[in-house]
């Protein structure tokens, strides 16, 4: 196992596996014994990421099958670890053999050799392959529903800009149902279109687009975080920066918040129905690296899918001489739309342990 396959302190997220080896899976230590799940549950949000379910993402048609192994009997968690499994099916290795000694622009292929010495299995980009975000998903779908049943708190990610094309309304609780309606997930309808448009332009191109997903969690309860090097920024970040392609984060009103005066920046406290909250909501729900009980705010940067059909210069790196390389198999043009899933689960684990940390949620239901 690497030294960096694990995740989190009290809900500890373990992922194993290759993109072209036998399974991937993941091990959730840390659960409460007394939570009713099951496959299914967990299935319906593996789901929303899968491959090969339209044409704006890789054709690799992979069923994502999900095994619980240990942990979970008569439909309850035991506290003991759990345990899960997908088997790989649509493998196509040979799609990778020239990738032996030539790099891939924009991949790990480079950093990936050096580090193990070539020891590393490159098919499908192994173990930094997209397709191990599975694995954040099974872990995730289980600490979601903790959050659900314990805190009742909900998450909304959905894809905010594709390109150059962006969402034109802010984001409200009544679009949250329309974010899985399409293939882009944008709750936004009109939007949507020319989201897909633009990803199938860039595709016919041999290119591909990079986008935002914006994640909203609400019902947070004040206090989760731990200041300093485990604040609440600092671990969601941690986490969400484990997704490949992801190359910028910010909270609330993140960049733009720098070209604003103090006094527009900061959010006024009001009292609302005895309770103390803020006018607007610029700290993004966390001050201090802690929750303040507002909604928790993200915007994330997904760069443009670096497997690409065009031919691009790269180096072979057994005769140290510059090559061409054209990739070839099968990829996304744009990961942005099957990342909303993995940006919910990440952003669940992450909450779901710093409520263990407090004592928001009890170590046995």
């Given at each position: 196992m690497l030294p960096g396959s694990s995740i989190g302190q009290r809900l500890v997220l373990t992922s194993f596996g290759e993109s072209h080896g036998k399974s991937i899976?993941?091990?959730?230590?840390?659960?409460?014994?007394?939570?009713?799940?099951?496959?299914?549950?967990?299935?319906?949000m593996l789901d929303l990421r899968k491959p090969?379910?339209?044409?704006?993402?890789?054709?690799?048609?992979?069923?994502?099958?999900?095994?619980?192994?240990?942990?979970?009997?008569?439909?309850?968690?035991?506290?003991?670890?759990?345990?899960?499994?997908i088997w790989n099916a649509d493998q196509k290795s040979k799609d990778y053999e020239n990738l032996k000694t030539?790099?891939?622009?924009?991949?790990?292929?480079?950093?990936?050799?050096?580090?193990?010495?070539?020891?590393?299995?490159?098919?499908?980009?192994?173990?930094?392959?997209?397709?191990?975000?599975a694995t954040h998903v099974m872990g995730g779908a289980i600490a979601r529903k903790l959050l659900k049943i314990t805190l009742g708190i909900k998450i909304n990610s959905f894809t905010s800009q594709i390109g150059k094309v962006k969402m034109e309304k802010?984001?409200?609780?009544?679009?949250?149902?329309?974010?899985?309606?399409?293939?882009?997930?944008?709750?936004?309808?009109?939007?949507?279109?020319k989201m897909r448009d633009s990803i199938l332009d860039a595709k016919k191109k041999g290119d591909s687009l990079g986008g935002i997903i914006e994640s909203i969690t609400t019902n947070v309860p004040v206090g989760l975080g731990e200041p300093i090097f485990s604040s609440l920024e600092s671990d969601l970040s941690k986490a969400i920066f484990s997704?490949?392609?992801?190359?910028?984060?910010?909270?609330?009103?993140?960049?733009?918040?720098?070209?604003?005066?103090?006094?527009?920046?900061?959010?006024?406290?009001?009292?609302?129905?005895?309770?103390?909250?803020?006018?607007?909501?610029?700290?993004?729900?966390?001050?201090?690296?802690?929750?303040?009980?507002?909604?928790?705010?993200?915007?994330?940067?997904?760069?443009?899918?670096?497997?690409?059909?065009?031919?691009?210069?790269?180096?072979?790196?057994?005769?140290?001489?510059n090559a061409i390389l054209q990739v070839k198999g099968r990829h996304d043009p744009c990961v942005v739309p099957r990342a909303a899933p993995v940006v919910d689960s990440l952003v669940a684990l992450t909450i779901a342990d710093h409520a263990l940390i407090t004592g928001a949620i009890k170590p046995n239901l």
């Amino acid at each position: 196992m690497l030294p960096g396959s694990s995740i989190g302190q009290r809900l500890v997220l373990t992922s194993f596996g290759e993109s072209h080896g036998k399974s991937i899976g993941a091990v959730l230590d840390g659960c409460p014994a007394g939570l009713e799940i099951d496959e299914k549950e967990i299935q319906e949000m593996l789901d929303l990421r899968k491959p090969g379910q339209n044409i704006i993402s890789t054709q690799r048609k992979e069923g994502d099958i999900v095994e619980i192994i240990s942990g979970v009997f008569r439909g309850f968690t035991t506290g003991a670890p759990i345990t899960m499994l997908i088997w790989n099916a649509d493998q196509k290795s040979k799609d990778y053999e020239n990738l032996k000694t030539k790099l891939r622009p924009g991949h790990s292929d480079y950093t990936a050799m050096m580090k193990y010495n070539q020891f590393n299995d490159h098919r499908g980009g192994g173990r930094f392959s997209g397709r191990l975000t599975a694995t954040h998903v099974m872990g995730g779908a289980i600490a979601r529903k903790l959050l659900k049943i314990t805190l009742g708190i909900k998450i909304n990610s959905f894809t905010s800009q594709i390109g150059k094309v962006k969402m034109e309304k802010e984001f409200n609780e009544k679009m949250s149902k329309l974010i899985y309606k399409n293939e882009v997930r944008c709750p936004e309808v009109k939007t949507a279109k020319k989201m897909r448009d633009s990803i199938l332009d860039a595709k016919k191109k041999g290119d591909s687009l990079g986008g935002i997903i914006e994640s909203i969690t609400t019902n947070v309860p004040v206090g989760l975080g731990e200041p300093i090097f485990s604040s609440l920024e600092s671990d969601l970040s941690k986490a969400i920066f484990s997704i490949p392609s992801v190359k910028g984060i910010e909270f609330g009103s993140g960049f733009r918040g720098s070209e604003l005066f103090g006094s527009e920046n900061n959010d006024l406290y009001t009292m609302k129905r005895g309770k103390i909250v803020t006018k607007t909501n610029n700290s993004g729900g966390i001050l201090g690296g802690i929750s303040n009980g507002m909604p928790i705010t993200m915007r994330i940067a997904f760069k443009p899918a670096s497997s690409i059909a065009q031919k691009q210069d790269t180096v072979d790196i057994k005769n140290k001489k510059n090559a061409i390389l054209q990739v070839k198999g099968r990829h996304d043009p744009c990961v942005v739309p099957r990342a909303a899933p993995v940006v919910d689960s990440l952003v669940a684990l992450t909450i779901a342990d710093h409520a263990l940390i407090t004592g928001a949620i009890k170590p046995n239901l």
